[in-house]
């Protein structure tokens, strides 16, 4: 697998949609990369900061801020 297939791959494998064929020659391939590897590591951060900011729940008092806001729109 070349750098180039394996990041074509890495957000499948993160959001669990790769394709089983894949699996292996992926992880082979981050075993063998550094530069990949690395990638894939901050991509898998990215995605689980962003997934968690977006659990996040807006306080009542900054929603009731904002529709006053729009209202005044």
Do not use: W
């Not at 993160?14 to 064929?21: F, K, Q, R």
């Not at 900011?53 to 806001?69: D, G, H, K, W």
């Amino acid at each position: 697998m070349t750098c180039e297939d394996a990041h074509s791959h890495m957000h499948d494998y993160i959001s669990g949609e790769l394709a089983p064929e894949h699996y292996k020659p992926l992880m082979n391939h981050l075993e063998e990369c550094g530069s990949c590897r690395a990638l894939f590591n901050q991509t898998r951060l990215l995605q689980t900061t962003v997934r968690n900011f977006m659990q996040y729940e807006t306080p009542p008092e900054l929603q009731t801020a904002v529709s006053r806001i729009l209202l005044d729109i």
